[in-house]
């Protein structure tokens, strides 16, 4: 059991807060807050249980109520205060219509006009939100590993479309400079997925902006419960604008890069309130394959979609000229995906 204290206004003022914290500190508790969308959710940290806790600060004129959740997550459980909040971004809210996420793997800095084509093409096929490598995770520390050039050049892309950007950091360097560019949507990687320092600082750092948060799932992981976890550290450091991200996992199956667990989406919604946007292209690994995962991702119950998209594959770098499709195929794509959506809409 957990406990999760709703104010009376959208969040406590700094009096309130002080004296709820001198409260719970009486008992050993200390108090987390989290920023939501339209209200804080501040959660009582520590052994929470005692009744004279609870009821002392239920008893403030300020205070709401004090809600109990018996479950293994404070805060991305889909019975927890955070239920109804929402994320939007690219004009839409996920989970009121499919959010599409488009872009090069990487970019290449010495070639910043085909990222900027492709950021045009993209918009114009119908994506929500414009994604591209900065910094990439590489397996071998040889290959190229980005380059703090490329951020000026996905925040030109930003300029000229009008599009929110997404960008994946991999430490405290990164994420500074995503903060400062005010990035909408920070990427969390497959290798960071289970690095808690990172995600601790992520969620603190961007609590107050309410950026959104694209996380995915470890290529190790088995367990829903692990991924949620994941999650819940950034949401229990002031963020839960979370998006969680299946894009396939270890071992892998036959010619796919990965062993594709878009089935896995049902699970994840059975547990949790947060947005599922499906990586197709990490999944599969070649373009050939990517519109069938998409659409059985769509078809599972997917909010959205996650596609690696190239102007020119071949002139990428990366992983682009082996899984990344063309805008025209995207076009086509996401056209399909959201008959799947209504499609599935209608079976609920």
């Known amino acids: 059991m957990y406990n999760m204290i709703i104010p009376k206004a959208r969040k406590l003022t700094d009096s309130q807060l002080e004296e709820i914290r001198r409260i719970a500190s009486e008992f050993d508790c200390d108090i987390g807050i989290v920023v939501g969308a339209s209200r804080n959710i501040y959660a009582i940290l520590g052994e929470e249980r005692r009744e004279l806790l609870i009821n002392r600060i239920s008893g403030l004129e300020y205070i709401d109520r004090v809600e109990g959740v018996d479950a293994p997550f ?34 290449d800095p010495k070639e910043p006009g085909l990222f900027l084509e492709t950021a045009a093409a993209v918009k114009e096929a119908g994506a929500h939100v414009l994604r591209g490598g900065v910094w990439k995770p590489r397996t071998m520390p040889y290959s190229y590993q980005g380059d703090d050039r490329a951020l000026e050049i996905i925040l030109e892309a930003r300029s000229r479309t009008g599009l929110p950007i997404n960008i994946e950091v991999m430490d405290s360097h990164q994420l500074g400079l995503a903060v400062e560019a005010r990035a909408d949507m920070i990427q969390v990687g497959t290798r960071n997925a289970l690095n808690y320092s990172l995600l601790k600082e992520i969620g603190n750092q961007t609590a107050e902006a309410g950026t959104c948060i694209l996380l995915k799932r470890g290529r190790h992981m088995s367990d829903v419960n692990e991924f949620l976890a994941c999650a819940e550290y950034l949401a229990a450091n002031g963020n839960p604008n979370v998006m969680l991200c299946p894009r396939g996992t270890l071992p892998t199956l036959g010619e796919y890069r990965s062993h594709p667990d878009e089935s896995i989406t049902p699970l994840i919604k059975e547990k949790t309130w947060a947005p599922v946007v499906v990586d197709p292209s990490h999944s599969v690994g070649r373009a050939a394959y990517v519109p069938a995962c998409s659409l059985a991702a769509m078809a599972y119950g997917a909010d959205g979609l996650c596609i690696e998209t190239h102007v020119h594959p071949r002139k990428g770098i990366g992983d682009d000229p082996k899984q990344a499709i063309r805008p025209a195929a995207l076009r086509s794509l996401l056209k399909e995906a959201r008959q799947v959506w209504d499609m599935r809409n209608r079976y609920r």
């Open 74 to 107: 404070k805060l991305m459980d889909r019975r927890s205060a955070l239920a109804a909040n929402e994320i939007s971004i690219g004009g839409g809210t996920a989970g009121r219509e499919p959010l599409f996420i488009a872009g090069q793997c990487t970019i």
